[in-house]
């Protein structure tokens, strides 16, 4: 069915940038929205991200606002999370979603998602 596998994850100081990538295989994402969570150890999963199906509206958490960047190439069918100026507290096991059925706008919440990718870590050190 529907995987996702997402890349792109590391170690890089603070300050540093990653730049992650989700890519899609089984349908194509163009009617769908996408979205990027993350989950640190001890913490629930935390919503980051998330872009509407063509790109035109994004919605961040207010942790991620004004330093990262969702995107998204559906000729390519990725969609990708610019993360810059890191800090500490982001360090954490990032996630791509997908909902279960194509719909118009942003989704922001973990129950509207339907498929999953593993993860790809990433750890800011100082």
């Known amino acids: 069915q529907v995987q996702l596998v997402e890349s792109g994850g590391g170690l890089v100081q603070a300050g540093g940038s990653l730049r992650l990538a989700c890519a899609a295989s089984?349908?194509?994402?163009?009617?769908?929205?996408m979205g990027w969570f993350r989950q640190s150890p001890g913490k629930e999963r935390e919503f980051v991200a998330s872009?509407?199906?063509?790109?035109?509206?994004?919605t961040y958490a207010d942790s991620a606002k004004g330093r990262f960047t969702i995107s998204r190439d559906n000729a390519k069918n990725t969609v990708y999370l610019q993360m810059n100026s890191l800090k500490l507290e982001d360090t954490a096991v990032y996630y791509c979603?997908?909902?279960?059925?194509?719909?118009?706008?942003?989704?922001?919440?973990?129950?509207?998602?339907?498929?999953w990718g593993q993860g790809t870590p990433v750890t800011v050190s100082s």
């Open positions: 089984g349908r194509a994402l163009s009617s769908f929205p």
């Open positions: 979603a997908v909902p279960f059925d194509s719909q118009r706008g942003t989704l922001s919440e973990i129950h509207e998602y339907g498929y």
């Open positions: 872009i509407s199906w063509n790109g035109g509206s994004t």
